[in-house]
Nanobody, 117 residues
Framework: QVQLVESGGGLVQAGGSLRLSCAAS?????MGWFRQAPGKEREFVAS????????NYADSVKGRFTISRDNAKNTVYLQMNNLKSEDTAIYYC?????????????WGQGTQVTVSS
């Protein structure tokens, strides 16, 4: 069973930057980031698919966030620049663990990102 371990969250002022990391323990087919703000539903942030190299971003983060991958470390990153107060949320890493299913079958524990205005 694939396990995901996230790191890199914290407190930052508006306009600042943070980089989140997510290390996977097994084979994955794509990975992504989601976030959940207080009182809101979990929402998609970004994803990367290994086979095609396809990258997708939520409109709210386009031009500010960048997802990338280190194959050797089996780790995916989320570089977050020009952070805004509305980016405050718990960020979750997720991975597709089956080539036969589009679902994200593995999830990390979440890491808190707080942006102060």
């Amino acid at each position: 069973q694939v396990q995901l371990v996230e790191s890199g969250g914290g407190l930052v002022q508006a306009g600042g930057s943070l980089r989140l990391s997510c290390a996977a323990s097994g084979r994955t087919f794509s990975m992504g980031w989601f976030r959940q703000a207080p009182g809101k539903e979990r929402e998609f942030v970004a994803s990367m698919r290994w086979s095609t190299g396809t990258i997708n971003y939520a409109d709210s983060v386009k031009g500010r966030f960048t997802i990338s991958r280190d194959n050797a470390k089996n780790t995916v990153y989320l570089q977050m620049n020009n952070l805004k107060s509305e980016d405050t949320a718990i960020y979750y890493c997720a991975a597709r663990t089956s080539a036969l299913s589009p679902d994200f079958g593995a999830w990390g524990q979440g890491t808190q990102v707080t942006v102060s205005s």
